[in-house]
């Protein structure tokens, strides 16, 4: 009841969100943020969910600055969102890999599954308010299709960027 308890908040505060991002009214508190930090405590608050799974993280964090300025809680719900569709759309064994890098602009994170993955159509749209990609009866994912559109529109305000690669039956990156 807790977690589903957590989930219903992140969706209602999603949509205020995106609401206000339509809007161009978000207000971001930027402060240092050490990526690193962030990503081990978004792991570890996952943990209940991992075990549930059966799922392996392989952690490379290899960014050489890994601070950045943030909305550090814009940026964990980022985070957040796209571990919790890394699980959700997972295959029986799922295996997530999460790393960092660096490029000239500053800090490049990579979540990676070994997932159902996504056609080149729904890799299109992923980022679409509302949209939801077809996976027939093969998953009971729960969700109104606002997190990719949120995660979207944060990076936007944050004048970062976002992409996805995806292979149908072998996962998303």
Same mark, same amino acid.
């Given at each position: 009841?807790?977690?589903?308890?957590?989930?219903?908040?992140?969706?209602?505060?999603?949509?205020?969100?995106?609401?206000? +991002?339509?809007?161009?009214?978000?207000?971001?508190? +930027?402060?240092?943020?050490?990526?690193?930090?962030?990503?081990?405590?978004?792991?570890?608050?996952?943990?209940?969910?991992?075990?549930? #799974?059966?799922?392996? %993280?392989?952690?490379?964090?290899?960014?050489?600055?890994? %601070?950045?300025?943030?909305?550090?809680?814009?940026?964990?719900?980022?985070?957040?969102?796209?571990?919790?569709?890394?699980?959700?759309?997972?295959?029986?064994?799922?295996?997530?890999?999460?790393?960092?890098?660096?490029? #000239?602009?500053?800090?490049?994170?990579?979540?990676?599954?070994?997932?159902?993955?996504?056609?080149?159509?729904?890799?299109?749209?992923?980022?679409?308010?509302?949209?939801?990609?077809?996976?027939?009866?093969?998953?009971?994912?729960?969700?109104?299709? +606002?997190?990719?559109?949120? %995660?979207?529109?944060?990076?936007?305000?944050?004048?970062? #960027?976002?992409?996805?690669?995806?292979?149908?039956?072998?996962?998303?990156?």
């Amino acid at each position: 009841i807790k977690e589903e308890n957590k989930r219903m908040n992140k969706q209602v505060e999603a949509i205020l969100h995106s609401a206000l +991002l339509e809007k161009q009214e978000i207000k971001l508190n +930027l402060q240092p943020i050490d990526v690193h930090e962030a990503l081990k405590a978004n792991i570890d608050n996952l943990q209940l969910q991992l075990q549930h #799974k059966n799922c392996r %993280v392989d952690v490379h964090l290899e960014a050489t600055h890994p %601070v950045i300025e943030t909305d550090e809680v814009h940026f964990n719900n980022i985070i957040s969102n796209l571990l919790d569709n890394a699980i959700k759309y997972s295959k029986d064994t799922p295996e997530i890999a999460v790393s960092t890098s660096d490029n #000239k602009k500053g800090v490049v994170i990579t979540v990676a599954d070994n997932g159902i993955g996504m056609s080149k159509e729904t890799v299109a749209r992923i980022f679409e308010k509302f949209y939801r990609a077809h996976t027939g009866n093969l998953h009971n994912v729960k969700g109104f299709g +606002l997190g990719l559109a949120y %995660v979207k529109a944060i990076m936007d305000a944050h004048h970062g #960027k976002i992409r996805v690669e995806s292979t149908p039956g072998k996962g998303s990156r």
